[in-house]
């Protein structure tokens, strides 16, 4: 009996020895696991490499190249667009002045239209300064420097022989617009005759041809006052055997 409690008097420290072991065992294996971890993490927290970096700025630079005349076509383009938005906003202004009278013949520097060649209404010559109406689209005033502003150039053909003085206003006539860059008269820019000409497109026209009309129309002007039927007739027909009394 007192063997047996002797025995077991020393089986006490024995387990706490065995456990410590194991705690110290287990302790080990842990750390192994954390520094295996901590080295197969170690590739995957580096940054790229230099080669790596080339590479991709290899890459990103011809994708740009590729790109970059792209977008320089599509801002021309969008520009162009927008230019001749406002010029045809300008040859309406032009129009509606000339149909209430606001434009009146015989005023120095009011860009009234001026005669065209008989029978050939797009063989109107090209203007200058004196001959336009000026559209101020920039606040500024006119100005022939401004890529901005406009001027107007009108062109009349009445085959009518009874008007008198070249003032068409009492019997009516065609009517010719040209919107034309302000800058396109700075001196520096000889203006192409727009009749056989290439006519500038929005599309593919870049920054747009400063020697060409950016808009160019045509219109009919109504007659103030009681027109004749010959001079009707004439603008209509624009044959003068068709249109007897």
Not at 106 to 118: E, H, L
Not at 168 to 197: C, E, H, I, M, W
Not at 214 to 229: D, K, L, Q, R
Request: aromatic share 6%; charged share 20%.
């Amino acid at each position: 009996m007192n063997k047996l409690l002797k025995d077991n008097s020393y089986s006490q420290p024995l387990l706490f020895k065995g456990a410590k072991t194991e705690i110290e065992f287990s302790s080990q294996q842990t750390e192994n696991k954390s520094g295996s971890c901590a080295q197969k993490s170690k590739p995957q927290d580096c940054g790229y490499t230099i080669i790596e970096s080339l590479v991709a700025m290899i890459v990103v630079s011809v994708l740009m190249i590729a790109i970059a005349p792209v977008m320089a076509f599509s801002v021309a383009t969008r520009v162009q667009a927008r230019r001749t938005e406002l010029a045809t906003q300008a040859a309406r202004t032009y129009i509606d002045a000339l149909r209430t009278g606001a434009i009146k013949f015989g005023v120095t520097g009011s860009g009234f239209p001026i005669a065209a060649p008989a029978g050939d209404l797009a063989g109107a010559p090209v203007p200058t300064v004196g001959q336009t109406y000026c559209v101020d689209m920039d606040g500024g005033g006119c100005n022939t420097s401004s890529n901005k502003d406009f001027y107007v150039q009108g062109a009349w053909l009445n085959q009518d022989t009874s008007i008198t003085g070249g003032d068409p206003t009492s019997k009516g006539y065609q009517l010719l617009v040209r919107v034309y860059r302000a800058d396109s008269f700075d001196g520096t820019v000889t203006l192409k005759a727009p009749k056989n000409a290439r006519k500038q497109s929005v599309v593919g026209s870049g920054l747009g041809d400063r020697t060409m009309p950016v808009v160019e129309m045509s219109t009919e002007i109504p007659a103030i006052g009681s027109p004749s039927y010959k001079s009707i007739c004439l603008r209509l027909k624009g044959d003068p055997t068709k249109c007897q009394n």
